[in-house]
Structures are given as structure tokens and as C-alpha cells.
């Protein structure tokens, strides 16, 4: 009996199909992960460029904020808190140093040295420095005012000379007002500082007059403590700027 011949298998020719489709699926995978990858990078680098251009050229280019990822916190920079703690530092230097300078003038009662809010307060009676209804500085004032000039000379603080006076009104006919005999001691205090080396630039006059008594003008020592010339010493340096003409065109 004759043997029967095997039947032939078929090849299957769309094999490849599945090994494809594996490849194809890995390929989308990647450039997926690599889209995504680009795009963050993408924009670490705008917010890094913005910042960049924000603190050398001004304000950023662009007017709409960048996410990415969490939201970003401004937080104060750590420079920032560091600086702010050494002018404060150096507030309570002068602020000592000039104690220390005043001590006895202090004792008496006649000089009052406070630390505020960013400004050191020197407060000087006006009996220790002028004589009644004068804005002509004794000569026992100058070495006062030229001790203190040495003092404030070690810093570059801005310095306000402010002129109080008492009610009183002024009988000569030197000064109109008390404004003006207040600001004429201010002044007088302001030459003196910049005979002993304070730069001018730093200095200020300011008048007050009556209007600002720190006890009422009711007593002998309420006026005697109203007449005072008060030296605030700021946190801040002048804005010196650029000097008048510097600069200018021709």
C-alpha cells in the first residue's frame, strides 16, 4: 500500500508583523520620554534666562509667568536678610561708640543717644550749644560737636541735622521766627560737623521750629528740653549721584 505523502505546512509570511510592532511601540515610547524630557528642559532654561535678563537688563521679556513643575516661591534672597543685619550691626556700633564719646555730657542730661527703626537719634541740648535767642555755636560746644564729628566720621551714613526750638517767641530782630533761629542752628551744627571731616554730601538741614516738642512748653523744663538740635543718623549711604555737570553734554 503506497504511503501517503505529508502534507506541506505553509509558511507564514506575516511573522514579521509582530517583532515590527514591538519596535514601533518602543520607538513612540522614546520619543515620548525624550519630547517630554526636551520640553522641561525647555523651560528650566527661560526661567533661568528671564531671571538673568531681570536682573541685569530690567524687567523680564516676557509678560506671562513660566510654570514648571510646582509652582515657584519668591522667597527673599539669603544676601538680602545679611545685609539688612549688618547696617542694623553697624547702627548699634555708632550708637555706642558715640555713648561712649558723650558719656559725661549723657550723665548731666544734656546729650540722649536712642536706637530706633534704622536710625540712631543724637539728641543735644540747645543750652550746652547756643546762647538764648543765638544761633552763633559757643565755644565750649565746638569740641563737643568735633568729638562727634569723629565718631560719625567712621561711617558713610546719611546724617539729618534737625533745629527744635520752644514756643517762645523770637524779641530780636536777627531771626523772624523760630523756624528761621532753629534752622540757623542747624546749620551752624552742619558747618562744624564738616569742619571735622564729615562730607558735606552726607549732611541735611532740617527746621522744626516749635512744632515738635517732646514735652509741653508749659514748664521752664518742658521749653529747656524743646530747645535741642537732634542728629539722625540713617541706616541708609546718601544718593550722592553723579556731581553737578559730570556727564553733561557740552
Known amino acids: ?14 511573522a514579521w508583523a509582530i517583532p515590527y510592532g ?10 515620548v520620554v525624550m519630547y517630554s524630557i526636551s520640553t522641561v528642559n525647555e523651560g528650566k532654561y527661560r526661567v533661568v534666562s528671564e531671571s538673568l535678563t ?34 542694623a550691626l553697624a547702627l ?72 527744635h526750638t520752644d514756643n517762645v517767641p523770637i524779641t530780636s530782630g536777627t531771626y ?17 560737623l564738616v569742619e571735622g571731616g564729615i562730607d558735606p554730601r552726607r549732611l541735611a538741614v532740617v527746621a522744626y521750629g516749635e512744632y515738635r516738642p517732646v514735652l509741653p512748653n508749659t514748664t521752664p523744663d518742658g521749653r529747656n528740653a524743646n530747645r535741642r538740635v537732634v542728629l539722625t543718623i540713617q541706616s541708609i549711604e546718601p544718593d550722592i549721584g553723579r556731581q553737578e555737570g559730570a556727564g553733561a553734554e557740552p
Open 176 to 192: 523772624p521766627s523760630n523756624w528761621e533761629l532753629s534752622a540757623a542752628r542747624s546749620a551752624s551744627v552742619v558747618h562744624m
Open 54 to 87: 531681570a536682573a541685569f537688563r530690567g524687567q523680564p521679556q516676557s509678560t506671562q509667568p513660566i510654570q514648571v513643575g510646582k509652582p515657584v516661591v519668591a522667597e527673599t534672597p539669603p544676601a538680602t536678610q545679611e545685609f539688612e543685619d549688618a547696617r
Open 1 to 14: 500500500m503506497a504511503r501517503r505523502k505529508p502534507k506541506e505546512e505553509h509558511a507564514n509570511h506575516e
Open 92 to 163: 548699634r556700633q555708632m550708637a555706642q561708640l558715640a555713648e561712649s564719646a558723650m558719656s559725661p555730657l549723657i550723665a548731666q542730661g544734656l546729650v540722649d543717644v536712642q536706637v530706633g527703626e534704622g536710625v540712631v537719634d543724637i539728641a543735644i541740648r540747645s543750652d550746652i550749644l547756643f546762647a538764648s535767642g543765638s544761633a552763633h555755636l559757643a565755644i565750649e560746644a565746638r569740641p563737643v560737636i568735633q568729638q562727634l564729628a569723629g565718631v560719625l566720621g567712621m561711617f558713610p551714613n546719611s546724617i539729618q541735622v534737625k533745629g
Open 22 to 31: 514591538d519596535l514601533v511601540t518602543l520607538l513612540l515610547a522614546f520619543f
